[in-house]
């Protein structure tokens, strides 16, 4: 079964500080991405990544910055956190191709930010 | 701009059969996915419907109607730990996600 592991499942943080959120898969996907959670709202995605050292854009990447320097970790940083960003964050891998293939999630990060 | 519609929440008994609806409107279309999540849980896959008509899993079920629009996710003989929300989520023509806002759906005895 694919494993993805979200390094935290809840993390207070306050205005202005840097955040790192990390993800882990183990079935070798090439796939990453990163998306927020938030009450009424579908999922958001922030940022993805097709492979290591790249990034891609999603629809709400401002205030968010990504890194993937191995194929199997993709790290979410919140340069300066603001109280807009408390939200649920979702880390989800899936194997290459476009996009059909089902994405595997992980349990989620419940970032607070005060 | 693109649009997925879903109930916000739902309430169904124990041993009952409930039908969550999904409408889209979507620049193109490449499949449809349902995905159940438990409070607190990750999303987990359900079902991938991108051509017309019925597809039976077990006790789901998943139905796409391209020309309308729509989709249905069926569950049959509700069992409790059915409780959960129900995300659906359109792929468009570039391949991207849109993901409708869940439908929490609540099962009584």
């Known amino acids: 079964d694919v494993k993805v592991t979200q390094s935290s499942r809840y993390l207070v943080k306050r205005t202005g500080e840097k955040v790192f959120l990390e993800c882990v898969q183990d079935m070798d996907h090439e796939n990453m991405f990163w998306y927020r959670q938030d009450p009424g709202l579908g999922l958001r995605l922030i940022y993805f990544s097709y492979d290591v050292k790249m990034k891609e854009k999603g629809d709400i990447p401002e205030g968010y910055s990504v890194s993937r320097e191995k194929k199997e970790r993709f790290s979410l940083i919140l340069e300066s956190a603001s109280t807009n960003q408390t939200s649920m964050y979702l880390c989800?891998?899936?194997?290459?191709?476009?996009?059909?293939?089902?994405?595997?999630f992980g349990n989620g990060t419940r970032l607070t930010v005060t | 701009g693109q649009n997925i519609d879903q109930p916000t929440e739902m309430t169904a008994t124990e041993g009952a059969i409930v039908q969550i609806n999904c409408t889209y409107q979507t620049s193109g279309f490449n499949g449809l996915f349902w995905y159940q999540q438990h409070a607190g849980e990750a999303p987990t896959f359900l079902s991938y419907?991108?051509l017309d008509g019925l597809e039976e899993k077990g006790r789901f079920s998943s139905f796409l109607s391209r020309s309308k629009g729509y989709s249905y996710l069926l569950l049959k003989e509700l069992q409790m730990k059915d409780s959960a929300s129900y995300l659906c989520?359109?792929?468009?023509?570039?391949?991207?996600?849109?993901w409708g806002a869940g439908t929490k759906l609540i099962i009584k005895p």
């Open positions: 989520a359109v792929l468009d023509s570039n391949y991207q996600l849109i």
């Open positions: 419907n991108v």
């Open positions: 989800a891998s899936s194997p290459p191709g476009q996009g059909v293939s089902p994405l595997h």
